[in-house]
């Protein structure tokens, strides 16, 4: 015959007691982890999130904390956050950034010992970021994967002109937990333009420069360019728009003969000295077919410094300054290496 033990039968009075305080506690813990359950799946989620951000592609990211090893997947994008966070905050940028004739932050981001170019999501991943930004103009095809492997990850725009850089701002800003920030940074851009166009308009309409850039970005500086803009906030009337060629349409070389442009703006990149800007630049200041043009009879060209001229971050107000300077002189003149910044 079977019989059912009780351990109870055989304990004394001490241990029927510790049994059943025994009892009574698996008992609560068993409430509770059943009460736990039956709530909402991201009660926890949200409560422990101190904010959220939304990306321009529409997806919620919640910070418990402001980020401290921060990637962003662009030059722009590391210059804007360069403005907004501590450097030790920045797991790692761009590899251009070491890059004296493009950069204008060389010196700032020796503190930063870690660069990427293009990496893959696992390479991001290495780097442990508690933040990844990503411009629409880059590869979105990884955000999935990250998401999917636990990071945060903001989608921004890959900004082409002011209003874009001051909206991401913003949202860089608001992802790094310090939008107090991204609104200074926004005045500073405000208060430097406002100083640039002072001087500008004391140039009389009539003394007002074309210029064409030559750039290595095939038709790069067009209508609707960042450069184009930066050509207006300048005093500056850039060739390619005045003809009507758009950003990215190619300026064949009988257009620029019906330009004829005051000055050129020749490019100066050589890829930390592996490519030959010379060669490129040859091909058209020795084009026999460009030798009637007014800024090559008179030798006129300029070299702009890239880290300005191509800048789609708040440093973007240093490349119309640039422009003003190599067209109208020592008025405009700055160092290379000015940087705005809202930390202090």
């Known amino acids: 015959m079977f019989l059912w033990y009780n351990p109870l039968m055989t304990a004394g009075k001490e241990e029927k007691m510790l049994f059943k305080k025994g009892i009574v506690l698996l008992f609560l813990c068993a409430l509770s982890v059943l009460f736990a359950s039956c709530g909402p799946s991201n ?8 904010y959220t951000v939304t990306g321009i592609e529409g997806t919620a990211v919640d910070f418990p904390a402001p980020p401290k090893r921060i990637v962003t997947l662009s030059m722009s994008t590391d210059e804007v956050m360069l403005g907004l966070v501590e450097p030790e905050r920045i797991a790692a940028v761009n590899t251009l950034l070491d890059d004296p004739v493009s950069s ?6 020796k503190e930063i010992p870690q660069r990427i170019g293009n990496p893959t999501v696992e390479e991001i991943m290495a780097l442990h970021p508690d933040l990844v930004v990503v411009p629409d103009w880059g590869d979105l095809t990884m955000v999935p994967s990250l998401r999917e492997a636990g990071l ?5 725009k890959g900004a082409r002109n002011l209003a874009e850089i001051r909206d991401t701002i913003d949202l860089l800003a608001a992802a790094a937990g310090v939008p107090e920030r991204g609104a200074k940074l926004r005045a500073m851009m405000d208060a430097k333009l406002a100083e640039i166009q002072e001087k500008v308009a004391k140039i009389p309409q009539a003394e007002r420069k074309t210029v064409v850039l030559i750039s290595l970005m095939g038709g790069y500086g067009g209508l609707g360019s960042s450069f184009d803009e930066a050509c207006r906030y300048a005093g500056v009337i850039n060739g390619r728009a005045e003809l009507g060629i758009r950003d990215f349409q190619v300026m064949t070389k009988e257009q620029l003969v019906q330009i004829d442009p005051d000055i050129l703006f020749l490019p100066t990149y050589n890829d930390h000295g592996n490519y030959d800007v010379a060669v490129f630049r040859r091909e058209y200041l020795d084009d026999p077919s460009l030798q009637t043009m007014k800024a090559i009879r008179m030798k006129s060209f300029a070299e702009p410094f890239e880290g300005y001229l191509y800048n789609c971050s708040q440093d973007f107000v240093f490349g119309v300054q640039e422009i003003a300077y190599r067209v109208y002189g020592d ?14």
Do not use: I, P
């Open 152 to 156: 945060r990850v903001v989608v921004c």
């Open 104 to 109: 204008n932050v060389t010196g700032l981001v």
């Open 331 to 344: 008025a405009f003149k700055q160092s290379e290496d000015e940087h705005l910044s809202a930390v202090e």
């Open 43 to 50: 009660t926890a989620e949200h409560q422990t999130a101190a």
